[in-house]
T-cell receptor, first 111, second 114 residues
Framework: GQQVMQIPQYQHVQEGEDFTTYCNSS?????IQWYKQRPGGHPVFLIQ?????EVKKQKRLTFQFGEAKKNSSLHITATQTTDVGTYFC???????????FGTGTRLKVLA | EPEVTQTPSHQVTQMGQEVILRCVPI?????FYWYRQILGQKVEFLVS????????KSEIFDDQFSVERPDGSNFTLKIRSTKLEDSAMYFC????????????FGAGSRLTVL
């Protein structure tokens, strides 16, 4: 089956530091979505990327889709304690409507 | 904001028992999904459902699992004979369309099999 790996698995940062998580697929993707799951919560949609090389920004969050549409990154500038949670990418490929979630990156922000 | 509602929030059951988890989708959503998450692990796709039939299913979704939308509102996941390894959080997610549509997740149903 399709493999979607995220690195790192865990990241602890001091508040104010930047954070990046990377999502890598073994196959070419149709689109990619990013979700955030707070501790004890459910995944909540953040953004969707469709085009090769696409970059989108949401305040302190920057999302990028790779040129080959096989990888993506999420970068948070100047982390805050409210950024704590697990960030998942979720991918679809051509001919399917299911979303396969990546392995996730758990972010801890130390005040 | 429209919500996906799941019941029960937590169910404890004995191994071998049948369990039914329920989901009320957002009213104009047509695509329904079940995912599960074993504690601390990734969100795993189980099944997608559209137009009253299964669209896709994973290897996890074996003969012990079934889904249906019996009354046009509730979307249910049934586990016929639970095993210890079925203990997990089960999330229902719905979308207004296929593929490039946002998944809205419910709060989840935690299943504990003893």
């Amino acid at each position: 089956g399709q493999q979607v790996m995220q690195i790192p698995q865990y990241q602890h940062v001091q508040e104010g530091e930047d954070f990046t998580t990377y999502c890598n697929s073994s196959t070419t993707l149709s689109n990619i979505q990013w979700y955030k799951q707070r501790p004890g919560g459910h995944p909540v949609f953040l953004i969707q990327l469709v085009k090769s090389g696409e970059v989108k920004k949401q305040k302190r969050l920057t999302f990028q889709f790779g040129e080959a549409k096989k990888n993506s990154s999420l970068h948070i500038t100047a982390t805050q304690t409210t950024d704590v949670g697990t960030y998942f990418c979720a991918v679809t490929t051509s001919g399917t409507y299911k979303y396969i979630f990546g392995t996730g990156t758990r972010l801890k922000v130390l005040a | 904001e429209p919500e996906v509602t799941q019941t029960p929030s937590h169910q404890v059951t004995q191994m071998g028992q049948e369990v039914i988890l329920r989901c009320v989708p957002i009213s104009n959503h047509l695509y329904f999904y079940w995912y599960r998450q074993i504690l601390g692990q990734k969100v795993e796709f189980l099944v997608s459902f559209y137009n009253n039939e299964i669209s896709e299913k994973s290897e996890i979704f074996d003969d012990q699992f079934s889904v249906e939308r019996p009354d046009g509102s509730n979307f249910t996941l049934k586990i016929r004979s639970t095993k210890l390894e079925d203990s997990a959080m089960y999330f229902c997610a719905t979308a207004s369309g296929p593929g490039a549509n946002v998944l809205t997740f419910g709060a989840g149903s935690r299943l504990t099999v003893l």
